[in-house]
């Protein structure tokens, strides 16, 4: 399948595996899905510099097929991270959280293609004209930061579509190939799943989250966090305890500490998907078994030509 995606990034598929902060800041799954030939994408937003570093070049020896590193701008570190991808030419940038004007020219200097992320249709918009080359566009559905006013992927992606010419990379809610023909038929050039790579042997999250997560069903995700960076997260205690707050109208002070007190890292790296901050999206309650990359791809592009074909035969004209 050809799509101004796939031929943007010199991939095979239109898949993309989403930047996700611990599940894919080792090289292991990145190398794994570009070598299935869709887009890897190492995360870079826990990463110390001197990690990263070695991690760019574990990755770059993994795999000769493209590849993505997606880039939290807003963190203090982000300029010496930018200038180590500079440094090894890194193909493709996926860059959230922050504006790429400053950046972009010289990442244009060396080829590389720049994809924002973006799930709002005013932050699109602003990211079009600024000159990036694709946006990922991500709806309410998703794992992490969804908008904060939870609009469907469906809705938000169609809407920014009717705006924007560049080519869009949906997310949000996606985990199997009648999804992602889904998307592509919405006008989406590829889609970008992150839940359901969440689910691999090579995704580097704790037993514990990969449990939580095959046992979480659609309904079994909360947005926490209102009054801050709200995230998609598990009902859990950590959720109970900020929705409290919120009753009780707790001051700001203390709700901001109550929320960056609990971490993405406490329930990934160490475990506690009580009191941690357990990040899936609600597509986490259509996949059922944890499986190798290169095997979750062969099944999306598996998935996704049965669900053109029974898209075709719906149009063939009847004999
Ligand atoms: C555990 C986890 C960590 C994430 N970390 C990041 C991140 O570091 N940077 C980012 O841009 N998005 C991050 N996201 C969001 C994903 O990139 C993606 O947009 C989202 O997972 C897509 O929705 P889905 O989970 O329904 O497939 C994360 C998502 C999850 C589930």
Redesign the pocket.
Known sequence: MATRITRLLGIQHPIVQ????????SAALPAAVSNAGALG?L????LRLQDFGRTLDELAGATDKPYAV?I?LYRPQAAQLLDAMVDRKVPVV?A??GGPRAHLQRFRDYGAVWIQ?VSTLEHAKKAADAGVDAL?V?GG??????PANEVS?LVTVRRVLQEVQIPVIA?????DGWGIAALLALGADAV???????LTEEAT?HAN?KAAVLAADVHDTVLVGRRSLPV?GIRNAFAQAIFDAERDQLAQEDYDLLFKKST?KQA?LDGDVEWGK???????GLVSRIAPAAMVVAQLVRELAQASARLHTMTAPHS
């Open positions: 989403a930047g996700m902060s611990w599940a894919s800041s994408v995360a870079a937003g826990p997606n939290p996926i959230s959280q992320v990922v991500v559905e998703a794992g992490g930061h969804p992927t997310g949000g809610g996606v985990a970008q799943l992150g839940t359901r790579f969440l999250v989250y998609r993405l990934a357990v990040e899936l999206g609600q597509s986490a």
